[in-house]
C-alpha cells in the first residue's frame, strides 16, 4: 500500500466504494459481523486499487505511472 497517503482521494473513494452495510457494519456489537464488514471493506479496496486505469479515449494511451 505504498502507493497511497491516508488522505489520498483515490484510496477514500476506494472505501466509499464499499457496501453501505459493510461500512455500517464496522459499528456494530457483533464481532463476527465488524470482521465480516471489514473484509468485504478490505476487498473492495484492494479491487479497486488493482484494476487498471479508466481509458476515457479509445485513441488514449495507456501510460505507467
Known amino acids: 500500500m505504498d502507493r497511497f497517503a491516508p488522505d489520498s482521494a483515490a484510496l477514500c473513494a476506494a472505501i466509499l466504494d464499499a457496501p453501505v452495510w459493510?461500512?455500517?457494519?464496522?459499528?456494530?456489537?457483533?464481532?463476527?459481523?465488524?470482521?465480516?464488514?471489514?473484509?468485504?471493506?478490505?476487498k473492495t479496496v484492494l479491487d479497486r486499487i488493482d484494476s487498471p486505469l479508466s481509458v476515457e479515449h479509445p485513441d488514449q494511451l495507456h501510460l505507467a505511472l
Request: glycine share 4%.
Open 22 to 42: 459493510a461500512l455500517i457494519g464496522l459499528a456494530v456489537r457483533d464481532p463476527r459481523l465488524r470482521q465480516r464488514a471489514a473484509q468485504e471493506i478490505a
